[in-house]
Structures are given as structure tokens and as C-alpha cells.
């Protein structure tokens, strides 16, 4: 058995005691099919953003007082700003002190009037300690 003198060279060896690298091809088919991809995934993810919003369909809306009434009773008066010609649907949520929803209620503004105020009463389960606008979407 032939044993080297290892206090001069490295453990491992030199680059000269390996071989090349195989030349490696075809990572531009590879960046291709990563950017489609993230391409269709950013495509898809603005189509799920953009439906969310309604297509721009919402009614803008702004809570100017709620009252809970009693263990069983809110209201709230808001507004909704909407154009002359278009009806618009709300839903307002009352929720308890543990943020659950304790009743909801969906309230249709019919069109004419343009920018309106509403004063509106809903029934709940519990007591509320809250109530809020979900959403307003024209229809």
C-alpha cells in the first residue's frame, strides 16, 4: 500500500486531481417556464383581487352613529353616496364583544336621490356592541 505525504498537500486534493464540469444547457428553458409560470400566478391573483372589489360596483358608505338599543335591538343611521340613477344594496352586521356577528341585516336604497342617509334597526341574538357596514354594491 502506497501512502502520499499529506503534510504538503490538501486532505482533499487539488482542482487538478478532478475532472471538468459537464457543460450544462438549457436554463433558459428553465427561466422561460419559472417566468410563464409567475406570470399566470400574478395574472390570476389581480383577477381574484379585482372580483373581490365587484368590478367597481361598490357604493361607498360611512357609519354616522349606531345605538344598541338592547340586549336584542341596534341601529345605526349611514350614509351611502351612489349616483342618481342606480340602486344600491347594504349589509350592516352587528357584532358582540367577542367580534362575532350577533345580526345582520340587508337593506336595498332605491334609485333617485343620489347621496342618501339611512336610519335602520335590526333584531339581534345577542348584545351588540357594535354595528358596521359590510359592504353597499350597486345593482
Keep these: 500500500m502506497a501512502t502520499r505525504d499529506v503534510e504538503n498537500q490538501p486532505v482533499l486534493g487539488t482542482p487538478d486531481d478532478f475532472a471538468d464540469r459537464p457543460k ?3 436554463r433558459l428553458v428553465v427561466h422561460v417556464v419559472i417566468g410563464v409560470l409567475v ?3 400574478a395574472g390570476g391573483w389581480g ?10 360596483s361598490e357604493a ?8 344598541v338599543v338592547s340586549a336584542n335591538r341596534a341601529e345605526i343611521t349611514f350614509e351611502v353616496y351612489k349616483p342618481d340613477d ?12 367577542y367580534h362575532a356577528e350577533v345580526g ?7 334609485a333617485g336621490g343620489g347621496s342618501k342617509q339611512i336610519k ?3 333584531d339581534t341574538s345577542g348584545q351588540a356592541t357594535s354595528v358596521h357596514i359590510q359592504y353597499c354594491n350597486l345593482v
Excluded: H
Aim: charged content about 20%; overall charge positive.
Design 104 to 110: 345582520s341585516k340587508e337593506v336595498r336604497i332605491p
Design 86 to 97: 342606480r340602486v344600491a344594496v347594504c349589509r350592516i352586521r352587528a357584532l358582540d364583544v
Design 47 to 56: 383577477y381574484v383581487m379585482w372580483s373581490m372589489t365587484a368590478g367597481g
Design 60 to 67: 361607498p358608505s360611512q357609519v354616522v352613529t349606531f345605538n
Design 39 to 41: 406570470a399566470i400566478i
Design 120 to 122: 335602520e334597526s335590526l
Design 24 to 26: 450544462r444547457g438549457g
